[in-house]
């Protein structure tokens, strides 16, 4: 069983185009993360969602979107993708500021 | 502003050695810190959490401890195994914040 799975895991998309990113985790938990690694494998924070609510928004830009049907799922839409978008996204929950179960990643190349 | 160092960057050390990377945090103030272990092109695997309130926690062949009040933990490696190679991420919830902030990894690879 899979405790946080993302879909797709491998997305190759052209410049301007827009594309979503699927999150689901079966844990239980009531905060989900986006989380980007960049080139260098650098992890940092996107967006942090509590009980469907957005908590944390870290100096993202306008064009990625986070949505939260419900507290089993959080997706990240991305208008007019550029070059710099390029990276692997992570998903991740936890049970409050408890312990964060990460899921596979998507890796986004941006031609 | 909570910034995390990992040292050393990389590692290459024999099988059967017992190891310790280490992770300093600039703000004493953090909920708890929590060690990843991430394979190429693979997720991130929990390993261990410790809160702040505790000193150590153990999990198999792996310790990590934590000094709050000086910032830092450190991972102890007991008996490596080339199963063991990965990158390792230290990574702290400062205390009032939902997110965590991490690390750069330490890169380790343990060769037969």
């Known amino acids: 069983d899979t405790a946080v799975s993302q879909t797709p895991k491998y997305l190759v998309t052209q410049m301007g185009n827009d594309k979503s990113i699927k999150c689901e985790q079966n844990?239980?938990?009531?905060?989900m993360y986006w989380y980007k690694q960049d080139s260098k494998k650098f992890l940092k924070i996107m967006f942090s969602?509590?009980?469907?609510?957005?908590?944390i928004n870290e100096t993202v830009p306008n064009r990625f979107s986070p949505k939260s049907p419900d507290k089993a799922h959080l997706n990240l839409h991305i208008n007019s993708l550029e070059l710099g978008d390029s990276a692997v996204y992570f998903c991740?929950?936890?049970?409050?500021?408890?312990?964060?179960?990460f899921g596979p990643g998507t890796r986004l190349t941006v031609l | 502003k909570q910034e995390v160092t990992q040292i050393p960057a990389a590692l290459s050390v024999p099988e059967g050695e017992n190891l310790v990377l280490n992770c300093s945090f600039t703000?004493?103030?953090?909920?708890?810190l929590q060690w990843f272990r991430q394979d190429p092109g693979k997720g991130l695997t929990s390993l261990l959490l410790?809160?702040?309130?505790?000193r150590e926690q153990t999990s198999g062949r792996l310790n990590a401890s934590l000094d709050k009040s000086s910032g830092r933990s450190t991972l102890y490696i007991a008996a490596s195994q080339p199963g063991d190679s990965a990158t390792y991420l230290c990574?702290?919830?400062?205390?009032?914040?939902?997110?965590?902030?991490f690390g750069a990894g330490t890169r380790l690879a343990v060769h037969p």
């Open positions: 410790i809160q702040s309130s505790q």
């Open positions: 969602y509590n009980n469907k609510e957005l908590i």
């Open positions: 703000d004493s103030a953090i909920y708890n």
């Open positions: 990574a702290v919830r400062s205390g009032g914040y939902n997110k965590l902030i």
């Open positions: 991740a929950s936890s049970h409050d500021r408890g312990e964060q179960f």
């Open positions: 844990l239980g938990h009531d905060t």
